[in-house]
Nanobody, 119 residues
Framework: QVQLVESGGGLVQAGGSLRLSCAAS????????MSWYRQAPGKQRGLVAT???????NYADSVKGRFTISRDIAKNSVFLQMNSMKPEDTAVYYC?????????????WGQGTQVTVSS
């Protein structure tokens, strides 16, 4: 089991910045992939950014060059720095852990945090 708690959402003007945090209940170095997803009203949840347990990162095309995913292994935390934000970034952002417990891969989700970008 992995519990995830997000924080850092809020309201920001277009062009502004926000930093999301995700605290995990276990050592994130043991978690295969840590990711941020987002879901806007009426749309499917989609991948924003991923960081592997080796530190490799990957981003959705829509956020490349603007968002940065990082981690602090000592704090079991993953972050999403969001710069040059756009109204279309408005969504609920979810932290995800894709973890193999030795038997199977499982996905764990946080409760989500609302991000609203005003024009």
């Amino acid at each position: 089991q992995v519990q995830l708690v997000e924080s850092g959402g809020g309201l920001v003007q277009a062009g502004g910045s926000l930093r999301l945090s995700c605290a995990a209940s276990r050592n994130i170095f043991a978690i295969n992939y840590m990711s941020w997803y987002r879901q806007a009203p009426g749309k499917q949840r989609g991948l924003v950014a991923t960081i592997t347990n080796r530190g490799t990162t990957n981003y959705a095309d829509s956020v490349k060059g603007r968002f940065t995913i990082s981690r602090d292994i000592a704090k079991n935390s993953v972050f999403l720095q969001m710069n040059s934000m756009k109204p279309e970034d408005t969504a609920v952002y979810y932290c995800n852990a894709h973890y193999n417990n030795g038997v199977a891969y499982n996905d764990y989700w946080g409760q989500g945090t609302q991000v609203t970008v005003s024009s």
